[in-house]
């Protein structure tokens, strides 16, 4: 019971749990902007596409048939047949039962913490990582425990450092790849060494894996879920706000075994009650149609990427690596002599450009910014250009 408040106290698990970083910085930009300063967002990780016009169509007629009503609660038959059909482009093989379908990956990632997660339990996560992945674990009242992913190894990870991480209160490993905010991909050693633990301490794993389509320089990244004995032991998350533009529809979905989905889909019902109906038979037919609208925004953000590596690693101070997926840059910016928030700060107030500092993805992105390359590339240039100058003008 709560003692010592003199009003309403908000639950203790909230505590841990503060807003996003991210959305303090595009709200103190949007200020800005209405006031008339001329802003180049480069924080918010959101297409600048819109969803292709197919998709759209497709939600008007299932207006249009009057697709209002409750669903079932793991989703509609039809699209969760569409995403165990989808998941063999990973490699996976999965059946409609197996599927559950969510608002957006974020709500996945949070049913699978509060089903799995009891107080006191121990989840690794990723450092750096997306916000969430800690503030969930904080909710569920667990321990968010962050693995080092650092730029010297390419973001990637061994199982000396893993082991040396798991206690018996460990249940479960979080991994993201591609990742953000790195957008950095987790090679075959990763995804063993993270098997390897797994099974050696049998250890459940929740895979991100929403920027699985954006990748530049190779095939589609596997799933940890394809490797020997990971099938039954991991919750792939996954969806549509990336690939297909769709942020704001807010759809994503969880694949497992039905043993796994059964805490998931109860949970999601007292949540939710059942995804959104008529979003359902958009998101059906993105996975059934020509993608080709999707691929050509993949092919605009590798534009955009390299032009901004390149731009990047020319300015003062600065150094990155080329992004395997996504559409981020993970830039070090200990050599400008600024910590990272006073660079972001002094960046938005004198030159109109807007970054997140590292720290808000975890201790290990303390030297570093996250910018989003998706945006224009005229916008891109103009934020280069600018960011360049003021970097040049005020050299430590």
């Not at 969930?136 to 991480?165: H, S, T």
């Not at 991100?208 to 095939?219: K, W």
């Not at 992004?323 to 928030?341: L, Q």
Request: glycine share 6%; aromatic share 8%; with cysteine.
């Amino acid at each position: 019971m709560s003692t010592g408040c003199s009003k309403m106290c908000q639950a203790n698990r909230m505590k841990n749990a503060p807003l996003s970083k991210v959305r303090e910085i595009i709200a103190r930009a949007n200020k800005m902007e209405q006031a008339g300063r001329s802003i180049i967002h480069l924080e918010i990780g959101e297409p600048d596409f819109d969803t292709p016009q197919h998709i759209i169509e497709a939600c008007k007629q299932a207006l249009d048939r009057k697709e209002v009503h409750y669903g079932p609660i793991p989703g509609t038959m039809e699209l969760r047949k569409a995403i165990a059909k989808h998941s063999k482009r990973y490699g996976l093989d999965y059946k409609p039962e197996e599927v559950l379908v969510s608002t957006g990956v974020a709500h996945a990632a949070m049913l699978c913490m509060l089903a799995y997660l009891d107080p006191g339990d121990e989840v690794l996560i990723p450092d750096p990582g997306y916000l969430i992945y800690e503030a969930d674990a904080n909710i569920a009242q667990a321990k968010p425990v962050p693995y080092p992913l650092r730029e010297d190894k390419g973001f990637q990870l061994d199982v000396p450092m893993l082991e040396a991480l798991i206690t018996p209160n460990t249940k479960a490993i979080l991994i993201a790849s591609p990742g953000n905010p790195s957008g950095s991909i987790l090679n075959e050693d990763s995804l063993k060494a993270v098997a390897e633990v797994a099974i050696k301490h049998n250890l459940l794993v929740i895979s991100d894996e929403i920027y699985s389509d954006i990748v530049y320089d190779g095939n589609l990244p596997p799933s940890i879920a394809s490797l020997p004995g990971m099938r039954e032991r991991t919750m792939v998350l996954n969806g549509f706000s990336k690939f297909y533009a769709m942020t704001g529809w807010r759809i994503g979905y969880v694949m497992c075994p039905v043993e796994l989905m059964d805490p998931i889909m109860r949970l999601s019902f007292y949540n939710i009650a059942c995804p959104t109906t008529f979003i359902q038979s958009a998101a059906a037919l993105a996975l059934e149609s020509d993608d080709a609208p999707s691929r050509q925004m993949v092919d605009e953000y590798r534009r955009r990427r390299d032009f901004m590596v390149d731009a990047l690693n020319a300015m003062p101070g600065c150094r990155c690596r080329k992004p395997d997926g996504a559409f981020y840059i993970f830039v070090n910016i200990s050599g400008t002599g600024y910590d990272a928030e006073t660079l972001c700060n002094l960046l938005l107030e004198e030159t109109g450009v807007t970054m997140t500092p590292g720290r808000v993805f975890g201790a290990e992105g303390k030297d570093f910014v996250r910018i989003s390359y998706a945006n224009s590339m005229e916008n891109l240039q103009e934020a280069a250009r600018r960011m360049r100058s003021w970097l040049e003008a005020h050299k430590k």
